[in-house]
Each structure stands twice: as C-alpha cells, then as structure tokens.
C-alpha cells in the first residue's frame, strides 16, 4: 500500500519579485484509489502533431510521456498537481486535460525505437520495495559498554567520520543484536520521548533535530567522549552528556538516562544533573584532541551516582550525584578528594579513574597516579587500598564481590602538572613536548586484567591475570561463569571467568552493513544503487537490488553522477580539482576526443578546508553540471556546466552560492533546481513549524549564553532550523545569481565578483536573508522557493564559525522537473512538481526496528530518482531504502 499525504500548493507572490516562494496548502487526506483517470487515452494525429486528450475523476497529479516501442521513455511531455498552479503545459483549474506532441523527442529530435504509445498515469505514490545495507552488527566506533539485566549489552558507538553522530543499541549476551534505543522508535510513548524533545506536526509526534551536523535527535549527544556507562539497578543506563568538538562548541554537560526500550525511564527527565556549566564559544576543535574518559558507577539501591572526568588535566575527586524518579538531582563537589590538589594520603587522590561499587555501598577507586585501588566508604571515608600499578577501570562482582581491574600505563607526562584547566594554547605546546619525550621512553608496562579477591580484613589478593589491552569493559555479574566485555575501536569481544582463568570467550561477529551512507545515485537500468560512504575515504560501492551485495566500484572519487548513457561522472578527491569519467563498471573512460578520463577542472575547494563536494548532475543531453566550492574573487561556491568532452561549456550558469548549499538536478528541459539556504524576511520555516520553533527574541542564539531559553532549545548551540534547514529552488535553463554571500574570509584580498555583494544584484531581485539571517541576500534569476530541504548548512562563514558545514543533503529532480528534496527535520521525502507545488510526502519517523508498510527515516538526507525507483540514503539508520513510483491509475494508447 502507498501511505502518503497528498496535499495541493498555492503560489504566493513575495513583493513585486519576478518569483514566487510556493507554500503548501493541507488538504484532507485521500485514500489512496480516490483520484484516477475517468476513462480510456484519447490519441489522435493531424500533420505533425499527436492530440492526446484525458480526464481524471478528481484534483490529483498527473504524468503524460511518450514511449518507445521497448516503453522507454522518449519525451517526457508534463507532469503535475492538477488545479490553479498547474505546471505547463498542463491547463490550469480543469480535470480535462488536451496536450499535444509535436513528434520530438526530449532533445528536440525525432526520435527512434517506433512505434510510439502514450502513456498517462494518475496519482501519484511510493511502496517500499527494500532496504539495503542495515545489519545490527555492524557498529561505528565504539564509545562506551555496560551490561545491564538480563545480560543485556548496551553499546554506545560513534561516527566512522567524527561528525558527531552516535546510537545505543542493545545487544544479547552472545552479541546478537536485539534493537536500537538512540535514535529511540517511533512506538515510544510520549511519557518516555517527551523530555528527549519533540513536535507535534501535522498531528504527528516527530524528533527534534538538536543538531544537524551530527544529525543528533536526542539532546547533548554530539560527539559523547569515551566512557564507563553506568546501568542503575532501578532498570535504566546512565551516561555522560556530549563536551565540546568541532560539531558543537561549549556546551554544558551533564548525566543522561535511557530506559532500555528508548526515551527516558519513566517519571524521569532524559537530561539529568548538570556536571558542567556551559563554557561559551571554544573554537576551531574544541576540546576534541582532548583524551577525555568519563567514569561512571551506580550505588546498589540506585539512589546514587559517582563520577570522575578524566581528561589532560584531572580534577583529583569522585562526585556523587543524587538522581532518580523519587528524590532529587544535585552533585555534590567534592564528595572524596579535592578537585585540582592531588595528593595520595587519606583523604586526597591523583588522577583517578575508574569506579565500581559493591553490593554493600562501597566505592572502589582507580586512584591511578597513586598505583592503588582506593576502597571508600559510603560515608566518603577511606577503608584501605589494594596495590596495583596502573589502574584504568574496574568493575566488582555484585554477588562474590571479586574485583577485576584493567590496568594501563599512562606515559610519562600524559598529563599537565598544572592543578586546573589550561588554554588550548598551552595545551597544543604541551602536547608537542609530550610527543617529544614519548619517542625517548623505553618501552612501557604491558596492560593487563587482573582479577583479586573481595574486600575483607585484609588485602585482596590477585586471583588471575589476562594479558590484554582494550578500550572500556563491563562485567555481567549475572552470567555464570561471569563475563566481562571488552571494547576497542570496532571490536567488541568477551573475557569468561571460568576455572580460575580468565579466557577470551569469543568476538561480537562484525556485520557487513553500511557505517555511514552519504550521496546516493538510482541506476535501477543495472539492478543497483551507486553509494558514497561517508566513512570509505573516496570510495564508491554498487548496492545489488536483488541481492543486497556491497562491492566497491570505483576508488579516489568525491562525488558521482550517472549520464543517460550509463556512464559514471565523478569529481576527484578533495583538492584534486579533477573531472573523472568511468563506465558502467567503474573502469576509466577516456573523455571524448581524448585518450584520458581526467580533465582538470577550476578549483574545486575553498580556503583550502577539504570541506567535501556539494553535488553533481548530468542532464539529458550530457551537459554535466557541478557545485563547485571555490575561492575565486571572493565567490563561496557556483554551478560549472561542462560538455561531455569535459571541457568548460558554460562557467557559474549559477553563481553566488553559499559554501553550505547542496543539491542539484536538471529536467529534460534544462531547468536547474537546487538546494540553499536564504529565507525571505519574516517567513523563516515551512509551514507547520513557525509555532513550533523559537520565538523571534532568541531566534538566532549561537551559544549558551546568547539569551535565556527554555529546555529542550537550551541543549543546542544553535537554532538547527535556521542553521541547517533550507529551501530547493529552480531556475531556468540560463540559470541565475545568489548576491550578496561573498566571504571576506577566503578572497584573498583579490577583487571581488560582482555577486558577492548585494548592492550589485539587478532591481528585480528577491529580498531574503541569509541562512541564519546575518546578512542580506538578493536571488536573481529564480523561478521559485520551496522550504524545507534540509540539510543545508548556513554559509556565514565570516562572523564566527558556530559549525562545520561539512554534512549537507542531495535532492533529485526527474525528466519531467518533479523534484524529489529530503526534508530531515520532517524525516521524508518531498515531491514537488515543476512549478513547486507540493504532490506528496514520503515516508515519516522511524528508527531500524520500526516496521510497517511505509518508509521510516531518521536521517533522509540523499536522494536519488532513476525512472520508477526511489533511492533514499539514511544516514542514521545506516541504510538505503528502496521504493517503487507507482500510480493508482495509468491508460496508455498508440500513436496514429
């Protein structure tokens, strides 16, 4: 069954502009079947024309192509939402339609493969065919690990790329994947989802986007820092929040809780207890070079949490933290030891690390510069120690109350002598000269686990040892024997406790899914997809329809297009500046005219930050169009149209771009659609959300102390739906300008083109904003906006850097000008037709596990149309869905 929305769209005139922003007008849902053609295709000829003359019983949208005689599709003669927007040549306000064929094809010829039928189709919709890549096994970096009830793995694992993102999934105690709890399902009810972040739009319940570089859904999750999760025995994970990264500067940080089936445990708050107030602005990486491991244990009751940051610096002491549904949330400061006075007497630490705690309340310390396992009371006095060199992390048996200790030498000068934060500055230095003494150390202590006694009069004793190094551990205490799971990198394996040994017990078995899915191109004329990972570094794999097979096609390639002929366009690796032409089979292809398939092309960066292609495109006649990032005279990006030859046919046929603006297409008719952030004054969202988001008073906050605002908006840096959400615009086959987005960063003092400032663009330019509505943009040439294509990052690159504008989206558009544009933020597709009104919404929310008839999205942000087959790259859900185009009525008739 198709499951979309089919609403009708009204142009509005902005001002006295040339153009129109277009605004979706909701209608009432139609069942799918409602709207179909009222009878047989009426096909008749007289001279050079062909009349075709069809009805449709209801206001629907409709498709009208001519055929080859192998039903390929020679010219793609209209397609659109029937009523008062009609796209031409469809007539405006009637169910009866006549147009005419003039008996070329779509590159003005006439065309072969006759005879000829027409073919019109009503009613438009998408069934899911298949999804291509997801394994649960398949993990990204792995941050944290901890067991919970049942044996129950909880796995925190990051981004292949370091974008930002993260998930927590839930493995078995074998490493069988059982579900995903971040981003949380879509069943989750909204007593547990409600303090994660939610809108209700359109009487739907969706995810807030906290930040679109991470594609983050839950707040405080970009970029989470190493850890040992704690599991509170009351039934839910405890973890500390995000720090800050080149994804989301100065944050606050603070303790977050999952219930193990998604959303926040019940009667609690997702964000709990702050452990630290919001820094500001930190620039450039943040504290990412910081070696930062948090640690984490839960008192038996689960009354109460400890806590202890490791980073550069350490802040020498143990916090407690009171947070639960019955009592209420605070760390105390202090709670053993001093923040910055180390020491190693009885009441003082140094550099401590790992926490577990007993059956009895007791709170065993890695008190790692002092070479001890410190054993505290739960009053917060000191009972005794156990000796051991290097203790990292530790985890206490909650029924015999063994200990298990993993130690790890820390390099002679790890760690600045200084006794509180540093500057980054002074970090950096301090870094180079610890860089420095590592390569004259002798070799090191080997890490190991060793497993003692438990506590009691005297000192435990060692029991066991394991040579073996790892990343973060857990124990489940309830396996018998016990089992500790240990993590490092991608690897996730098991250390049994059995017989007096302590034996690696087996390895979580690694999927073969995607890491992290980005461009995607349909070639459903080969059976597959074209995939750019994100995480593969240049790299193009084939994604078999039938079989779901991953094969790498092609190497050294940082975006990709296919020709109508089925060869492959690509342009080089960052920086190279390279034009790059392949076969079908991935194979070199010289370019015409020449005995090579590299061309050199304009510069294709900008300021020298590999800051990633933004799309690419070859249109019917084999014309290639390509975003080009550059930094010529002061122009942040542009559209390059270049021949099939290779050689530059028409330079900046769009100029004026933003470095942030992403996506392109072109019909059969040479019209250009593409995506960018710029908004008209005063209408800033789709429609839908303008109540749902910030008020105007704080709208463009850039960090934590950039106004007062309510959670959940508090637990982002920016405002994600002005930074991050834009609009897909189409201009005609002459293209146009974006006036006014010049960067006085990257011009070189150079003098500057003519559409980097606004004072140069003509009289009947579009008034607008730019992204997050620091400067003023003028749009010549455009002959509609449509919001809501998102991502697309902001492009204010001069008054300070709030993000990296790396991640971006692509939107597809097919020979009839019906653009398909991902909208994250409302998690589907969007289908417009060429004069911008809205046909249909595809797919919704979901998570992997959720299931149903319709596509479910956490992350559509790659888009890719190719005849009948709709591929959508999900770069959450880590994987490619399939759908198939499909209409609720189609006739077809031959030509006299």
């Known amino acids: 069954m198709r499951q979309l929305v089919l609403v009708a769209a009204v142009a509005l005139s902005l001002l006295a502009s040339a153009w129109a922003e277009t605004y979706e007008a909701p209608l009432d849902a139609r069942p799918v079947g409602e709207a179909k053609l009222a009878g047989p295709v009426k096909v008749a000829k007289a001279a050079d024309a062909v009349t075709i003359s069809f009805a449709v019983t209801a206001a629907t949208d409709v498709e009208v192509a001519i055929l080859d005689a192998k039903g390929r599709i020679v010219r793609h003669l209209a397609a659109g939402l029937l009523g008062k927007n009609a796209p031409p040549p469809l007539a405006k306000d009637s169910l009866a339609q006549q147009l005419t064929w003039d008996g070329k094809d779509d590159l003005g010829k006439a065309p072969a493969g006759g005879p000829f039928s027409v073919r019109v189709r009503a009613n438009s919709g998408a069934k899911l065919d298949k999804q291509l890549g997801w394994d649960g096994q398949t993990l990204g970096p792995i941050i944290s690990i901890v067991a919970g009830a049942k044996g129950e793995l909880y796995v925190l694992a990051g981004s292949a790329v370091g974008q930002g993102r993260t998930d927590l999934r839930v493995f078995d105690r074998d490493g069988k994947y059982l579900r995903t709890i971040m981003p949380y399902p879509d069943s989750t009810p909204p007593e547990r989802a409600k303090s994660v972040g939610q809108l209700e739009v359109d009487g739907r319940r969706i995810p807030i986007v906290f930040n679109g570089h991470g594609h983050n859904l839950s707040p405080l999750t970009v970029a989470m820092p190493r850890q040992n999760m704690a599991w509170n025995p009351k039934g839910w994970v405890v973890a500390a929040s995000s720090w800050a990264t080149p994804s989301e500067h100065g944050l606050p940080r603070h303790l977050l809780a999952f219930d193990p089936r998604g959303g926040a445990p019940a009667g609690m708050s997702f964000v709990g207890p702050e452990l630290r107030p919001p820094t500001g602005i930190t620039w450039g990486k943040g504290e990412g070079d910081d070696p930062c491991f948090d640690h984490l244990a839960a008192s038996p009751d689960g009354k109460w949490l400890y806590y202890t940051p490791s980073t550069f610096y350490s802040e020498h002491a143990v916090y407690r933290l009171a947070w639960g549904e019955d009592h209420g949330a605070g760390m105390e400061a202090g709670w053993f030891g001093f923040a910055n006075r180390p020491g190693g007497d009885d009441t003082h630490l140094n550099g401590p690390a790992g926490l577990a705690v007993d059956s009895a309340g007791r709170v065993y310390v890695c008190d790692r510069g002092n070479n001890r396992v410190a054993v505290v009371s739960p009053e917060g006095k000191l009972l005794g120690s156990i ?17 298990y200790v993993f130690c790890k030498q820390a390099p002679s000068g790890d760690r600045p002598k200084d006794t509180g934060p540093i500057s980054m500055d002074e970090y950096r230095a301090w870094k180079a000269r610890v860089a420095e003494r590592k390569a004259k150390l002798p070799a090191g202590r080997p890490p190991k686990l060793v497993k003692f006694a438990a506590w009691g009069k005297d000192a435990p004793k060692q029991l066991a040892k394991l040579d073996i190094d790892l990343g973060v551990m857990t124990l489940d205490g309830e396996a018998k024997p016990p089992r500790l799971w240990t993590a490092t990198g991608y690897s996730l394996k098991a250390v049994d406790d059995k017989d007096g040994q302590l034996a690696l017990a087996g390895e979580l078995k690694v999927g073969n899914g995607l890491y992290h899915p980005g461009a995607v191109v349909a070639d459903p004329a080969h ?77 294709h960066w900008i300021g020298g930050v590999n800051l990633g292609a933004r799309g690419m495109v070859v249109g019917p006649n084999g014309d290639i ?30 100029d004026g771009l933003g470095i942030g603006d992403c996506g392109i297409g072109v019909d059969a008719a040479g019209n250009i659609y593409l995506g960018a952030n710029v908004k008209p004054k005063g209408r800033l969202y789709q429609p839908g959300f303008e109540d749902k988001i910030p008020p105007t008073s704080w709208l463009c906050w850039a960090q934590w102390n950039w106004g007062e605002r309510p959670a959940p908006w508090y637990y982002s840096m920016r405002n994600e739906y002005l930074y991050h959400w834009g609009a897909a615009f189409k201009f005609g086959p002459a293209g146009g300008a974006f006036y006014g987005r010049g960067s006085l960063e990257y011009d070189g003092g150079a003098k500057r083109a003519d559409v980097a400032s606004v004072e140069n663009a003509p009289a009947s330019s579009m008034d607008c904003m730019s992204g997050y509505l620091v400067n003023p943009v003028k749009v010549a040439g455009a002959q509609w906006r449509y919001a809501g294509m998102g991502i697309v990052p902001s492009s204010e690159r001069q008054w300070g850097d709030p993000s990296c504008v790396c991640m971006t989206s692509r939107l597809s558009a097919d020979g009839f000008g019906r653009v398909y544009m991902p909208n994250c933020f409302r998690f589907c597709v969007e289908v417009l037709d060429a004069n911008g009104n809205l046909i249909s919404r595809i797919g919704r929310y979901g998570n992997p596990d959720d299931a149903g008839p319709e596509a479910r999205f956490a992350w559509p942000a790659f888009v890719s149309v190719g005849g009948d087959t709709l591929c959508v790259s999900d770069s959450v859900n880590r994987r490619v869905s399939v759908l198939k185009l499909e209409y609720s009525s189609s006739e077809s008739a031959a030509v006299p």
Request: charged share 20%; proline share 8%.
């Open 625 to 654: 169009y390509v975003m080009r990032p550059s930094s010529e005279k002061g122009v942040q990006s542009r559209v390059d149209v270049f021949g099939p030859d290779g050689k530059l046919k028409k330079p900046a046929i769009v």
């Open 527 to 603: 059976g597959r997809a074209l995939l750019y990972q994100l995480s593969s570094n240049f790299k193009i794999f084939s994604l078999d329809f039938a079989t779901g097979a991953k094969k790498l096609l092609i190497d050294g390639v940082s975006d990709i297009a296919l020709a109508p002929d089925g060869s492959i366009y690509g342009t080089g690796k960052f920086g190279a500046s390279q034009l790059l032409h392949f076969d079908a089979d991935g194979k070199p292809a010289p370019f015409a005219g020449s005995d090579s398939n590299v061309v050199k092309m304009p510069p």
């Open 387 to 403: 000796a051991v060199d290097d203790p990292e992390q530790i985890a206490v048996h909650p029924a015999t109350g063994e200990i």
